[in-house]
């Protein structure tokens, strides 16, 4: 696929363009972060953002999202509902993408999502590279600080113009439509190298062993003390989870109108985290306390979603890290602690 | 047989009622499905049996006793609505002082004329079957819980907190901004309402189930609040939830 050059200028008229036609999610200020949100004029458009409050999941698992309608009354009948429409995610960093393979992994893999698949094959990405990484971000020990290769066109920004690499036919259409481009020449590909390389010697957090040994470590930690020492700060309150790109775990509740005759059911983001996440109809709870859900919180993105769908479960974006308010939630911590411990504390 | 409900005000604001009454697009729903029989904001009629009793307010006379037990014998399924009913609320703020001096303040030389005794919540003087907080409660969780009474199902009780619907709504966190929140130890299902519109959580759902307290004041602490702010901040809504907050 052709790599390309753009000036800035002319990017953002074309993304003016873009917009116009399309529905474009992009990153825009929120003081004193960044969100992505709906772009109505390019000028919102900030692509030189450390981080943004949220991660860009919400335009492929809205955080309610109907799954079927129902009628009760005079007959029954269901319908499914899925909901999709043509979307461009503007602006999102590597680790977000990565964040994506591994829900493509969950939600199109053996079993289809019918739902997640149709906003995602109905959603173009434009990345841009990350070369300012946020203070909490871990990105780069876990592999995540460039991008896989799922993206339909990726910006690397070399000052005065945009280099692009062109990674989809949607992305070829896209770039033909609206960009002004110039093939790019091998020195602007060897910069875009280059400042991608500094780019990962800049992030102040990382683990101190390789992210493929993270399973290993886990796998003598089931009983370190050090769980006990973080959860018991604990609030349950989900915050660690509610930011995550990798969390991708939801309720379904039922909505029934007054008259009892129609309803709808959707399913909404739900944190294992919360106290009730683990209770059953019995009224027992297999994770009763803080500290039992903060370890398998840890276990799921260092071990058993890499087990069960062949990627760690963290990209090490850090949002966890600033969200959780005691300071407990950063999984380059502890998996950090429990190699410094592992001598100490033999295995389970 | 539409369920027959009745609508009770106590020493409050009465601006849980004045919710209920704001459900202006669902009003013509909730009207054809339930049999309204008392609800003495709205209307003068008055019947006296109530399949559901929703009471507003909190319990600080000694005839208000009298009045809910008598609408515990008389309603099947009895729920206080709104921080007054459901913690005793702000009004519990005047259990610190002798009630004397309480009804002095408030009414001076027609002091005599009055009573009032500490105020509490509608469970410590009668049995209820489910809490509906907030101050003022959330018109759709008043019309979601109605929906699941007459569905026959137990209706549902967020129990996380705040932050998780503040997290979920995108909102920056306002301890980012300088700011301090209750939301880490309330109970949810108002959307993190204050915090999207700019201001902080003041805790009035009250505590979820298993508040963590120490953590809370901790945060609270190296926030820069002082032990006593923290505690007047806790009391605001929650100073009758005796022994959660020491
Ligand atoms: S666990 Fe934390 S650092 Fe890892 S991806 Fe999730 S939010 Fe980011
Ligand atoms: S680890 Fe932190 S953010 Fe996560 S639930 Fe516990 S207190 Fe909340
Ligand atoms: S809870 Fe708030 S709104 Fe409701 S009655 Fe009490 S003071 Fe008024
Ligand atoms: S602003 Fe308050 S409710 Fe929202 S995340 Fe922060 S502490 Fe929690
Ligand atoms: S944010 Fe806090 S104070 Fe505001 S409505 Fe919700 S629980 Fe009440």
Redesign the pocket.
């Known amino acids: 696929m052709p790599i390309v050059t753009t000036l800035k200028a002319d990017f953002y008229s074309s993304v003016q363009n873009m917009i116009h036609e399309n529905e474009v999610y992009g990153v825009k200020r929120k003081t004193p972060s960044f969100a992505f949100d709906k772009l109505c004029a390019t000028q919102e458009l900030c692509l030189d953002y450390d981080i943004t409050v949220l991660p860009p999941n919400q335009y492929l698992l809205p955080p309610t999202d109907p799954l079927i309608t129902f009628n009760l009354s005079p007959e029954v009948s269901i319908r499914s509902k899925v909901e999709s429409r043509a979307t461009i995610i503007l602006g999102i960093h590597a680790y977000d993408l990565h964040a994506i393979k591994l829900l493509d992994a969950v939600f199109t893999g053996n079993l289809v999502d019918v739902n997640y698949q149709a906003r995602r094959s109905a959603t173009a990405i434009i990345g841009v590279d990350c070369l300012n990484p946020w203070l909490y971000s871990f990105a780069a020990s876990m592999g995540t600080a460039l991008p896989p290769s799922i993206f339909d066109l990726w910006l690397t920004d070399l000052g005065g113009e945009y280099l692009i690499e062109v990674g989809s036919s949607r992305g070829q259409d896209l770039s033909k439509r609206y960009l002004k481009t110039k093939s790019a020449r091998k020195v602007q590909i060897r910069q875009r190298d280059k400042f991608r390389q500094d780019s990962l010697n800049r992030y102040q957090l990382s683990l101190d062993r390789s992210a493929q040994e993270i399973p290993e470590i886990l796998d003598k930690a089931w009983k370190n003390p050090l769980w006990e020492e973080?959860g018991e700060?604990?609030?349950?309150?989900?915050?660690?989870?509610m930011v995550c790109p990798t969390c991708v775990c939801f309720d379904v509740r039922d909505k029934i109108t007054l008259n009892l005759k129609r309803g709808e059911r959707y399913r909404l983001g739900d944190?294992c985290?919360f106290d009730a996440f683990d209770k059953v109809a019995s009224g027992e709870n297999f994770r009763p306390t803080?500290t039992d859900?903060?370890r398998h919180?840890l276990y799921r993105k260092g071990k058993y979603m890499l087990e069960r769908w062949g990627e760690l479960g963290c990209v090490g974006c850090g949002r966890?890290v600033h969200?959780?308010?005691?300071?407990?939630?950063s999984p380059v911590y502890a998996y950090n602690r429990l190699v410094k411990e592992a001598t100490q504390w033999p295995s389970a | 047989m539409r369920p027959k409900v009745g609508v009770f005000d106590f020493t409050c604001c009465q601006g849980c009622e004045l919710q209920i009454l704001n459900c202006e697009e669902e009003m013509p729903d909730l009207i054809a499905a339930l049999d309204i029989v008392a609800f003495r904001e709205a209307m003068t009629e008055r019947g006296n049996y109530y399949d559901i009793a929703f009471i507003d307010g909190a319990c600080s006379r000694e005839s208000e006793i009298v009045s809910l037990k008598e609408i515990r014998k008389r309603a099947k399924i009895v729920i206080p609505i709104g921080a007054c009913a459901c913690l005793g609320g702000v009004n519990c703020l005047k259990n610190a002082y002798p009630m004397d001096e309480v009804l002095k303040a408030e009414y001076g030389e027609a002091a005599s004329y009055y009573d009032t005794i500490p105020a509490r919540p509608i469970s410590a003087v009668i049995p209820v079957d489910f809490f509906m907080p907030g101050c003022p409660i959330v018109k759709e969780e008043f019309i979601r819980v109605v929906q699941e009474l007459l569905a026959g199902r137990d209706p549902y009780q967020p129990n996380d907190?705040v932050?998780a619907e503040c997290k979920a709504g995108g909102n920056v966190c306002v301890f980012d901004k300088g700011m301090t929140c209750l939301g880490?130890v309330t109970r949810g299902g108002c959307k993190a309402t204050c915090v999207t519109g700019g201001a902080v959580c003041w805790g009035c759902r009250g505590l979820i189930d298993e508040p963590?307290i120490h953590?809370e004041k901790e945060i609270l602490e190296s926030a820069g609040l002082s032990m006593e702010d923290i505690t007047k901040r806790f009391n605001l809504f929650n100073v009758c939830q005796e022994g959660v907050w020491k």
Request: glycine share 6%.
């Open positions: 973080l700060k604990c609030f349950s309150c989900g915050s660690c989870t944190s985290m803080g859900r903060l919180r966890c969200a959780c308010l005691v300071d407990i939630a | 907190p932050c880490p963590n953590a």
